[in-house]
């Protein structure tokens, strides 16, 4: 069965650096785009960044673009997402996502604090 599991979240203070990894099973990883979101307490989930199956093109949400990259290894079956310059206001469960067959998959999420 499709598995998304996120790890690399914490609590980092403000400007700091945190890199978030997906490692997926149950599909061939390759094939799929992946994506990842954000939800705060008391908001919407909202799209971070999301990446083409190659890893040849990406896009990023208004909020996190120029600070955050997304990358993935499709030989270790893993996304990733580096983010640099944090501010108080990313902080959020970070998920991973991937969309195959009609449903949508999604991990558990790791928390991520950014708070001095």
């Known amino acids: 069965q499709v598995q998304l599991v996120e790890s690399g979240g914490g609590l980092v203070r403000p400007g700091g650096s945190l890199r978030l990894s997906c490692a997926a099973s149950g599909f061939t990883f390759s094939y799929y785009g992946m994506r990842w979101y954000r939800q705060a307490p008391g908001k919407e989930r909202e799209l971070v960044a999301r990446?083409?199956?190659?890893?040849?093109?990406?896009n990023y949400a208004d909020s996190v673009k120029g600070r955050f990259t997304i990358s993935r290894d499709n030989a270790k079956n893993t996304v990733y997402l580096q983010m640099n310059s944090l501010k108080p206001e990313d902080t959020a469960v970070y998920y991973c996502n991937t969309y195959l067959a009609t449903t949508n998959y999604w991990g558990q999420g790791t928390q991520v604090t950014v708070s001095s």
């Open positions: 990446i083409s199956s190659s890893g040849g093109i990406s």
